[in-house]
């Protein structure tokens, strides 16, 4: 346990790195933003106890793309949503924004081991290089057989519990696509059988469910302050009070860890000598094991970048495409008429395909959906899985702007001077849905058919996401590797399950809220004791 001595040491610690800041840093006082109430928290309670997003949109609506606000003892932060700003973070000086640094870094070192997101500068260069080409699109579209398999499987228990229990049946979406898209995720990428639909689950199958409300729940006063240490206390002392410290939070990273850890050992093992005897697979690991054949270091990955991916690849792989599926088709129960849309578009695809002489519908066909497409990231627009990424100013660093500022002062202007050592959220919620100059006047509301309009066209400035010019998937050199798996996957998913079922609300839609520090997932409110809950209604599609 901590004790109340050490507390104290790092409390005086952060105490004298504050005075020091306030003494030698640039001013970011002119900024606008809200006024804060507390010293001791700042705003981080309205950040992040909120419901994910909400103080983002409110303070980008009230003050713009450029928010100033506190962090503990009084510390500026900024949020951007401006997407000249994010491009310039995120493209044009990636490195020079690090996601973290010091005793943080470390906390991601520890957590997720030397992983594609926990480095940075020439080494996450280098890891990035070597595993891009087992995350291309001819290997995305490789798997869409794998894909179908799984949701096939969900299909099936579905309609097991409709004949035996009668229609319709009201189900926890998330619950299942999480189980489902786990099972995905261990074939594609690890030819590893999870057995979370069949409920015969592994070692490994086990740590990771209910995983999400236990690492990315509502943080409390507690964690939030425990977090805000974390930029003040040396990095070495990291370890040390890692392993130690208390929670069943804690609990859980070490127990992930330690489980992804084991089965990836194995696992790496077991490729190589597949590879060494002509029989290896096409699921990711074994291409990345393919790739580390290279004996140039510059060219591969250690064998302890190698376990550390599974796990990333693990959870972003599952957690935030189940979630992404799940507010989909929230969407769509709440919108009867779009829903009737799309499931008419994907019969009439498939009646065509038929005709064809073709059994049935290929990953070419699925692309071919203008509507189905139009749905998906309309979704992902709204309901992005990640609320905001977090990015430090690596030294005094000047950010242009897409639009100008006006700073507290009345004076105006087009870019801004930010010191080093600038916590920075990046708010993918409010970028992908509060900027009218990027998706119109009704950027708030749930549009498909923006994504149809022949208007829809961008300036190169605005560039900023690699799906639709959404951040959903981040951006620049740091955007989620695996995000054409993704696709692949959720289109997948999506046709399988519109097409057979209908979806609707239970009534209780005032109660969905939006929660999570990180990942986004759905909670009912007077629930949240229940985790990831997004409950509806499914009954068999009719054909007509």
């Not at 094991?289 to 991916?309: G, I």
């Not at 769509?332 to 073709?358: C, D, F, N, Y």
């Not at 005094?396 to 202007?413: A, E, F």
């Not at 839609?509 to 499914?538: H, Y």
Request: with cysteine; proline share 4%.
């Amino acid at each position: 346990m901590i004790s109340i001595v050490q507390v104290t040491l790092l409390l005086s610690l952060v105490a004298c790195v504050y005075v020091y800041r306030r003494r030698h840093r640039i001013s970011l006082s002119d900024v606008p933003g809200p006024k804060s109430a507390s010293l001791l928290f700042g705003h981080l309670r309205e950040f992040y106890q909120l419901g994910a997003g909400k103080a983002d949109l409110e303070w980008t609506k009230t003050y713009g793309s450029i928010v100033r606000f506190k962090g503990s003892f009084g510390v500026d932060q900024l949020m951007i949503s401006d997407p000249k700003a994010l491009q310039y973070i995120l493209h044009t000086s990636a490195y020079q924004f690090p996601k973290s640094t010091g005793a943080r870094r470390a906390v991601g070192l520890l957590v997720n081991g030397p992983s594609i997101i926990s480095v940075d500068g020439d080494v996450h260069k280098r890891q990035r290089k070597v595993m891009l080409p087992a995350f291309g699109a001819p290997e995305a579209k490789a798997l869409y057989p794998v894909f179908k398999s799984h949701s096939e499987e969900l299909m099936s228990r579905w309609s097991d519990l409709l004949s035996s229990e009668g229609e319709p049946q009201e189900v926890n979406v998330p619950s299942w696509l999480s189980r489902a898209t786990l099972d995905a995720i261990g074939e594609a990428a690890f030819d590893y059988q999870f057995g979370a639909l069949d409920n015969s689950e592994t070692e490994l199958g086990k740590v990771y469910r209910d995983i999400v409300p236990a690492l990315f729940g509502t943080n409390t006063d507690k964690r939030l302050l425990m977090d805000s240490l974390l930029d003040s206390i040396p990095a070495r002392f990291i370890v040390h009070l890692y392993r130690r410290l208390p929670g069943r939070r804690f609990e859980r990273m070490r127990e992930t860890s330690e489980a992804t850890y084991k089965i990836a050992r194995q696992l790496v093992a077991e490729k190589y000598d597949a590879l060494l005897s002509g029989k290896g697979n096409k699921d990711v690991m074994s291409l990345l094991v393919k790739a580390n054949a290279s004996e140039n270091p510059a060219k591969r990955l250690t064998d302890e970048e190698l376990y550390a991916q599974m796990r990333v690849i693990l959870f972003a792989g599952h957690e935030t495409t189940s979630n992404s599926l799940a507010w989909a088709l929230w969407e769509l129960a709440k919108h009867p008429e779009i829903q009737t849309r799309l499931r008419k578009e994907i019969r009439e695809t498939e009646a065509r395909v038929r005709a064809s002489g073709q059994a049935e519908l290929d990953l070419s066909d699925v692309e071919s959906m203008p509507y189905l497409q139009a749905v998906l990231k309309e979704s992902m627009r709204i309901h992005p899985a990640v609320g905001r990424i977090i990015r430090i100013a690596g030294g005094d660093k000047v950010i242009p702007l897409s639009r100008p500022l006006r700073l507290n002062s009345g004076n105006v202007v087009n870019e801004l001077a930010v010191p080093h050592g600038t916590k920075l959220a990046l708010s993918i919620s409010a970028y992908n849905s509060r900027d009218p100059d990027i998706w119109g006047d009704d950027a708030d509301k749930f549009n498909p058919d923006r994504w149809l309009l022949e208007h829809q066209k961008h300036d190169d400035h605005h560039l900023v996401g690699v799906v639709g010019n959404l951040m959903t998937f981040s951006s620049g050199t740091r955007a989620c590797i695996g995000w054409r798996f993704a696709m692949v996957e959720m289109q997948t998913f999506l046709v399988d399950l519109v097409r057979n079922f209908e979806f609707s609300t239970t009534g209780r839609d005032d109660k969905i809220r939006r929660q999570g520090s990180g990942l986004v997932f759905a909670v009912v409110e007077g629930e949240e004791k229940d985790g990831v809950k997004l409950p509806l209604r499914i009954r068999a599609a009719v054909r007509h």
